[in-house]
């Protein structure tokens, strides 16, 4: 028996399920592959991340990214903050989770998974 399950992304359009092989298909390649076993999907869960920042943290960083990116490029127009804070009180968001509990930090030196810099580059 045969299923095929649709997905949308980029990368995969077409997911073939069987028995004992399954296949992938991709725009310009094709991979094909034998299991050991039956592919089996005994479930599906979700969870909400742990690290919660309101809209307005979430706008304090990305305006301490874009102002330390605008920093180290001189040729660079100055950080249109004005807009980001448009943008962030109209969204209709009042507060994002993520995985990453970087973003509810008001000092760089705090981070854990980015570098310790508003600017984000790698040291």
Known sequence: MS??????????QDVSIKTNHFSVSHP??????????PTL????????PTH???QEQACSFMGKVLS??????ASAAP????????IYA???????HSVIGDYTKCDAADFTFF?????????
Not at 3 to 12: A, E, P, Y
Not at 68 to 73: G, I, K, Q, R, T
Not at 90 to 96: D, F, L, M, T, V
């Open 41 to 48: 999907l005994l479930g599906i869960g979700t969870a909400v």
């Open 90 to 96: 109209h969204s209709g968001i009042e507060k994002r």
């Open 52 to 54: 919660v920042a309101t």
């Open 79 to 86: 950080p249109p903050v004005g807009l980001l804070k448009r």
């Open 68 to 73: 330390a990116s605008a920093d180290n490029d």
């Open 115 to 123: 570098p310790k810099s508003w600017s984000l580059n790698p040291v």
């Open 3 to 12: 299923k095929t399950i649709g997905l949308d992304s980029s990368l995969l």
């Open 28 to 37: 310009k390649q094709s991979y094909k592959a034998v299991a050991h076993h």
